[in-house]
């Protein structure tokens, strides 16, 4: 089978997988966050776009982040997905499309009309851009998948999924396991690595002690250890696995 025909099945493959994970996760109830978006519902264009033209090789190093921030994969369907890097970058620009969920106030989803950047993913993506230069070098060595699709909201600020309370986590780590699982085993990766302790630990849980699995330093700009060296910390894992390259 050809390598472009390998590929286009891989990218049916992760769709599907997002596909499922989504409508599985739009019938669970939630009472811990305010507000709960899910972006493969309404942005679900541009995610496509992005597994069809970055998704679907094997072999690569998988980067798997946490969920999404409000500025960045909530408005853009990207994980990490800051707005400037996105459209400018990624070249992904397509348009919100359905029903939109309950917003809040401070939070409103505004895809391709959004101004404002979000942090971690300039952090991300700026780094992948001045070492790779184009999105087509960057994705012949690595892709990036979030952990959970959802954003999730309460007393006016982003929850992380472990702020949720227990039965609602119950309900949400399965399902999300399930999907990585897939992913992984889709994508057949050289090398998996948790963007955060928590992304970390989801594999580690989900694949068990024999695979491999690397940490890196979350970007946000929350971090003072990710403010002072994490382009340091990312050279050093991508130099291990891509020596010529970085």
Known sequence: MEKNQVNRMSADRMLEISRELSQALDQLKWTTPSHVYNPLDYAWA?????????GGQQGRILMVGMNPGPWGMAQTGIPFGDIGFVTQWLQLCAPLSGPLPEQHPKYPIL?????????????????????????????????????????????GRNLIPEKLKKAERDALTPLCDAALRA???CLQPRVLVGIGRYAEQRIRTVMGADTEVQYLLHPSPASPQANKNWVQH?????????PNQI
Request: hydrophobic residues 40%.
């Open 46 to 54: 541009n995610h496509e776009e992005y597994i069809r033209r970055y």
């Open 111 to 155: 895809g391709m009309e959004c101004h404002r950047r979000e942090g971690s993913g300039q952090r991300l993506w700026g780094w992948a851009q001045e070492r790779f230069v184009t999105p087509q070098k960057f994705f012949e060595q690595a892709f990036v998948w979030n952990y959970c699709p959802l954003l999730f909201l309460g007393q």
């Open 183 to 185: 992913v992984i085993e």
């Open 234 to 242: 990312a050279d050093a894992l991508f130099a291990q696995y891509i």
